[in-house]
C-alpha cells in the first residue's frame, strides 16, 4: 500500500520533497521546472520594478506565489505521457497567465501614467476577448479573473479575505463567491488602474449584477454594458446578438480612437477555430483507455483559452498540438497512461476552485480517472471566416455557450447533457458539484438524482463552496467522495494516507 | 577566470536539482515570502465604504 502522504507537512501540504516518478520521468518533471523557471523569470523580466510594486501593492498577486506548487499538484501521480501532455498544456497556460499580469502592471496607472494603459480594453469575467480581434493595436485584458479564479486555483486563501470585506459592508453572504470576490476586490480598490475602456456583461445571476455595478464605481475608464442573450437555443435571439455585438464594437472604436480592421479580425477567427478543432481532436483520445489527456491540467488549458485567447495567443495552437502529437504516438502504442484507473467519471456543476487538484486525488487515491469535465463543453463554435456578420453572431454563440452560461443558465435541459456525456466518454460515474452558492445549479439537484435512478448510474454529489474553503474545506470534500466510494462502489482506496489528510492552512 | 566560470555554470545543475528534489522554491516561497508579503499586505489601510 503506497503512503504518498508521507511525502508532505501537515497542514501547509508543502512536500517535502518532490515525486519519484522513476528516473526517466522524474528527468523530464525536473526540465519541466526548469522551463517553468524559465516562464517565471521571463515574466519578471518585462517589468521588474511595476511587477514588484505590484506583488507588494495587490493582496491577490500574493496568491500567484504558489504557481510551482499548483503545478506540482495538478501532475501528481501522471506518468508517461499524462505527464508530458499535461506539461505541455501548463507551460502554455502559465505563459498566457503571466503575459496578463505583467501587462496588468505595465499598464497600471497607479505606478506612474503611462501611454501602455490605453492599449488596453479590460473584459469583465468571461466577457469574450474575440470581441477585440478586430483591433491588432489593442489587447484584452480581463478584470475579476486574475483577482479570483485563477489566483485561487494557486491560493485557496486568496479570495476569503475580499469576501469577507463584501460581507462587511452589508451585501449578501449567500452570493455566488466568485462574484463575492470581485466585489471586494472592487471595494477594496485592488484593481489595478489599467485600460482604455471597460466590457461588462449580463453575467447570469444577481450576485453577478451585483458585483458589476461595485466594479462600475471604482473603475475610473468608460463601461459598458454586453447584453448577451441566456436562451442561445432560441434562433430569435440571434438578431440582438449581433447588434449587441456592432454596440461593442463602435464603443471600442469610440472610446480608443482604434477603427475596427477585417483583416486583422479574420486573421485571428482562424486561429480561433484551429484552438476548437485541437480541442474536438482531445476528446477522441479521451475517450479511450489509451488517453494521454485527462485528470485536470487538459480541462483547465480549454477553459484557459476559451476565457483569455480565442485566437490571440499563437502559443495556445503550439502547445495543443504538440500535445496532440504525444497523444497521438501514445494510442498508435496503446499505451495506458493513466493505469491505475479503476473506473471512468465525468465531472459536471461548479467546482471547489480551491480544490484544483480534485481530479488529480481522486485518481491517485481512488483510481478514478476523471476523462470529462464540465467545462470542457464551453464555446466550441467554429466561427466564420469569410462573413463579417455570420462571425460576430458565431462569437455571440460562442460566448453563450460559455463558461456559467451553456449548462447553468441556457435552459435546463443542457445541464442535464450530462447523461450523454458521460455516455460518450464511457464513464461509468457521474460526479456533480453542489457549489453551494450557485442558485442555478441548486435548483435541479432533484431531477438529477432521479434521471440518476432511472438511468441506473453511478451520481456521486460532491459540496464546495466555490472560492470558500472554509465553509466546506477540501477535506471535507475528499471525505464526502470517499465515503460514497466506500459504501456504494465497495472500493478499497489505492492509497489509504491518501483519503483523510490535513492541508487547510496551505495554498 | 575562466576555471571558475566553468566551475560555476556546471554546479548549476547539481544545484537546481536539489532545490527542485527537496522542493526548496516552494519551501522558500511558503514559509520565507508568504509571511513578509501577508505582514505588508496586513498593514495596508483602504476606505472600504461604499
Redesign the interface.
Known amino acids: 500500500m503506497a503512503d504518498e502522504r508521507k511525502r508532505f507537512y501537515k497542514g501547509?501540504g508543502?512536500?517535502?520533497?518532490?515525486e519519484w516518478r522513476g528516473l526517466k520521468d522524474t528527468f523530464y518533471d525536473?526540465l519541466q521546472?526548469?522551463v517553468n523557471?524559465g516562464i517565471l523569470a521571463q515574466f519578471a523580466a518585462k517589468s521588474p520594478v511595476r511587477i514588484v510594486k505590484g506583488?507588494?501593492e495587490y493582496?491577490w498577486f500574493?496568491g500567484y506565489?504558489?504557481a510551482?506548487?499548483m503545478t506540482?499538484k495538478c501532475t501528481a501521480g501522471l506518468r508517461g505521457p499524462a505527464l508530458r501532455t499535461a506539461h505541455i498544456q501548463m507551460h502554455a497556460i502559465m505563459k498566457g497567465t503571466t503575459g496578463m499580469l505583467a501587462d496588468s502592471m505595465i499598464g497600471d496607472r497607479r505606478f506612474g501614467d503611462t501611454d501602455a494603459a490605453d492599449k488596453f480594453v479590460m473584459l469583465e469575467q468571461t466577457m469574450c476577448p474575440e470581441i477585440v480581434a478586430g483591433f491588432p493595436n489593442l489587447k484584452a485584458l480581463p478584470l475579476e479573473v486574475l483577482q479570483g479564479l485563477l489566483g485561487t486555483y494557486m491560493d485557496q486563501n486568496l479570495a476569503p479575505f475580499y469576501m469577507d470585506?463584501m460581507e462587511?459592508?452589508g451585501l449578501p453572504a449567500d452570493s455566488c463567491r466568485l462574484s463575492a470576490n470581485a466585489a471586494g476586490v472592487a471595494?477594496?480598490?485592488d484593481y489595478p488602474e489599467v485600460g482604455a475602456c471597460l466590457i461588462t456583461n449580463n453575467m447570469p445571476c444577481d450576485s453577478s449584477t451585483m458585483n458589476s455595478q461595485?466594479i462600475e464605481r471604482r473603475i475610473k475608464i468608460p463601461t459598458t454594458v454586453a447584453g448577451i442573450p441566456m436562451r442561445w437555443e432560441d434562433e430569435s435571439t440571434d438578431r440582438y446578438a449581433l447588434a449587441q455585438m456592432k454596440e461593442v464594437i463602435k464603443f471600442i472604436e469610440d472610446t480608443t480612437g482604434e477603427k475596427f480592421d477585417e483583416k486583422a479580425f479574420f486573421k485571428v477567427m482562424k486561429q480561433h477555430n484551429k484552438e476548437v478543432r485541437n480541442e474536438f481532436e482531445v476528446w477522441e483520445y479521451a475517450k479511450t483507455p489509451y488517453t494521454a489527456f485527462g485528470n485536470v491540467i487538459s480541462p483547465l488549458f480549454h477553459a484557459f483559452y476559451f476565457t483569455f485567447s480565442g485566437g490571440s495567443m499563437p502559443y495556445i495552437d503550439k502547445a495543443a498540438k504538440k500535445a496532440l502529437k504525444v497523444a497521438e504516438k501514445a494510442y498508435k502504442n496503446k499505451t495506458v497512461s493513466f493505469d491505475k484507473a479503476r473506473h471512468r467519471m465525468i465531472t459536471w456543476g461548479g467546482p471547489g476552485c480551491y480544490f484544483v487538484d480534485f481530479n488529480t486525488w481522486a485518481y491517485n487515491c481512488w483510481g478514478v480517472l476523471v476523462p470529462a469535465q464540465m467545462d470542457m463543453f464551453s464555446g466550441n463554435v467554429i466561427i466564420s471566416e469569410d462573413d463579417l456578420d455570420d462571425a460576430l453572431l458565431g462569437i455571440a454563440h460562442n460566448y453563450e455557450r460559455g463558461v456559467m452560461r451553456r449548462h447553468l443558465t441556457g435552459g435546463y435541459q443542457h445541464l442535464l447533457e450530462v447523461w450523454d456525456e458521460a455516455e460518450k466518454f464511457n464513464c461509468d460515474m457521474v460526479l456533480v458539484y453542489d457549489d453551494i452558492t450557485c442558485k442555478g445549479a441548486m435548483g435541479l439537484a432533484g431531477v438529477v438524482n432521479d434521471q440518476a435512478k432511472d438511468k441506473n448510474k453511478h451520481l456521486v454529489w460532491v459540496q464546495n463552496d466555490m472560492f470558500d474553503h472554509r465553509t466546506i474545506s477540501r477535506n471535507e470534500m475528499r471525505r464526502q467522495f470517499s465515503e460514497y466510494m466506500t459504501a456504494v462502489m465497495q472500493e478499497e482506496p489505492l492509497d489509504e494516507s491518501l483519503v483523510d489528510f490535513d492541508d487547510y492552512e496551505g495554498? | 577566470m575562466k576555471k571558475k566560470l566553468l566551475i560555476g555554470a556546471l554546479s548549476v545543475v547539481p544545484l537546481?536539482?536539489l532545490i527542485?528534489?527537496?522542493?526548496l522554491?516552494?519551501?522558500l516561497?511558503?514559509?520565507g515570502?508568504?509571511p513578509i508579503?501577508?505582514k505588508?499586505?496586513n498593514s495596508y489601510q483602504?476606505?472600504?465604504?461604499?
Not at chain 1, 508543502?14 to 518532490?18: L, M, P, Q, V
Not at chain 2, 483602504?46 to 461604499?50: D, F, G, K, M
Open positions: 501547509s508543502i512536500a517535502k520533497h518532490r525536473y521546472w526548469v523557471l506583488l507588494f493582496r500574493g506565489i504558489g510551482l506548487h506540482d470585506i462587511n459592508v471595494i477594496n480598490d461595485l495554498w | 537546481s536539482m527542485y528534489w527537496f522542493n522554491d516552494n519551501k516561497l511558503y514559509y515570502v508568504r508579503l501577508n505588508v499586505y483602504r476606505n472600504v465604504s461604499l
